[in-house]
């Protein structure tokens, strides 16, 4: 596993996707989804679009190590 460092908005932008979409998985579906899915879509497009990814080397492999990122932020601040 490589050790990456990411910026810390790009963090916080996959823990915000991450609460969103477990948010979205616990509403049922009658209950108004709308709202979480343009979050959802908002939230992708601005992590796709992030100043990091702008190396291609960055690109290859670099999504899955920015959610274990965001879910180790996530699980210290629970801690």
Excluded: K, N
Aim: net charge positive; glycine share 6%.
């Amino acid at each position: 596993m490589q050790c990456t460092s990411f910026p810390d908005d790009l963090v916080g932008l996959q823990a915000d996707w991450l609460r969103t979409y477990r948010e979205l998985a616990r509403r049922p579906a009658a209950a108004g989804t709308t709202p979480l899915r343009r979050r959802l879509i908002a939230l992708s497009c601005a992590i796709s679009a992030h100043p990091y990814w702008s190396r291609p080397a960055r690109a290859a492999g670099g999504a899955a190590e920015l959610r274990r990122a965001a879910r180790a932020r996530a699980w210290a601040r629970a801690a």
